[in-house]
């Protein structure tokens, strides 16, 4: 890909890319001067109308960033994206998506990018980037490790160890929604499997608990998370134990995660953790009923960079990307 011919000279601007379901974000992350904090600026967002398939959401990113690109003030020294699915971690490419968005599976992402903006282009996963954004920036800064967990539509996650995020060897790695989860009761998942976290814990799986519908049916749009969190502060039952279910099995699940990895700090992200202060003491409880006593401290925290972090993480992927590239 093409790399700069030295090192960028401060300040300069990367131009990153947030492709979700819903919608394309996009902005300038501009790092003014060594060490200090990147700015993000110049936001632009447009609907990712997935079922358009693949081709047409690469098509918007790479009108996004030539966008974005006009509007920049100093030197833009390359594309960070993340999007959702599995990202292979060598090329920027989509292993694989499910069918939410037909034909994502097998699209260039970060060699399209290249060769239509002529600038150096990376592309991860969209909660690694979220992480990643944390540890650099955010919540996690300072930390030798830790576990993101983000809880939104779905759940999703990564694990992030001395700045970096791990991968796996498929890029794969951090899928903890679709880990099994004893009171999923053999709910179907979007993946194709049954009984996974994210049927129990996710804000999909909370509405449809308060709804009285199962994982995957058809939703009421007019009563989803916010407004349930609302009428549980106003004593509605329904709402209580829905916000409360779902907290203690998202704690539960936590806590046999750490288990496994020993982070040093758990860091929560997403629209979910505005649930509300029921939500998160059942998460606690849910935790301390499966950590091993040696990490019942662990720390849980809430991320500090709020939709920032993955415009901020896929930008420091790209830094890193050029880093490498420079060494070789």
Same mark, same amino acid.
């Given at each position: ?5 030295? =090192? ?11 492709? %979700?379901?819903?919608? &394309? ?11 200090? +904090? ?40 390359? &594309? ?14 989509? *292993?694989?998506?499910?069918? &939410? ?13 290249? $060769?239509?903006?002529?600038? @150096? ?11 990643? %954004? ?28 001395? %700045? ?7 890029? *794969? ?8 989860? +004893?009171?999923?009761?053999?709910? =179907? ?104 006593? =040696? ?14 972090? @993955?415009? &901020? ?6 830094? $890193? ?8």
């Amino acid at each position: 890909m093409p790399s700069p011919t030295q =090192p960028p000279s401060h300040p300069f601007s990367v131009v990153a890319l947030d492709v %979700g379901g819903t919608k &394309i974000a996009g902005a300038l992350v501009t790092y003014p001067r060594k060490g200090a +904090h990147p700015d993000v600026s110049h936001l632009a967002s447009v609907p990712t109308d997935a079922a358009r398939g693949g081709a047409a959401v690469l098509d918007d990113m790479v009108e996004v960033a030539h966008g974005l690109i006009a509007q920049a003030t100093h030197p833009v020294i390359g &594309i960070g994206a993340d999007t959702a699915g599995v990202v292979d971690p060598e090329t920027g490419s989509i *292993a694989y998506a499910n069918q &939410i968005m037909p034909g994502w599976t097998g699209r260039p992402v970060a060699r399209r990018l290249t $060769d239509e903006l002529d600038l @150096p282009a990376s592309n991860m996963g969209d909660v690694h980037a979220h992480a990643l %954004g944390e540890a650099r920036w955010g919540a996690a800064v300072g930390l030798h490790s830790c576990l993101m967990v983000g809880i939104g539509t779905g759940l999703g996650g990564a694990f992030i160890l001395d %700045g970096k995020v791990v991968r796996g060897f498929r890029g *794969a790695a951090g899928h903890i929604g679709h880990t099994l989860h +004893h009171l999923a009761n053999d709910l =179907p998942c979007a993946c194709g499997g049954s009984s996974h976290a994210e049927t129990v814990t996710s804000g999909t799986a909370l509405c449809a608990r308060y709804q009285g519908r199962r994982f995957g049916d058809e939703l009421d749009p007019s009563c989803m998370g916010a407004e349930i969190a609302r009428r549980a502060e106003t004593g509605d039952q329904r709402a209580i134990e829905a916000i409360e279910f779902a907290g203690n099995a998202l704690g539960q699940a936590v806590g046999s995660w750490c288990n496994i990895l020993d982070p040093e700090a758990v860091v929560l992200s997403g629209s979910v953790v505005n649930a509300g202060p029921r939500w998160r003491y059942a998460l606690e409880q849910g935790f301390q009923s499966q950590a091993l006593t =040696p990490l019942s401290d662990t720390r849980i925290i809430e991320g500090a960079l709020g939709s920032r972090a @993955p415009l &901020i993480g896929a930008a420091e992927n790209l830094l $890193d990307s050029i880093a490498s590239t420079a060494k070789e």
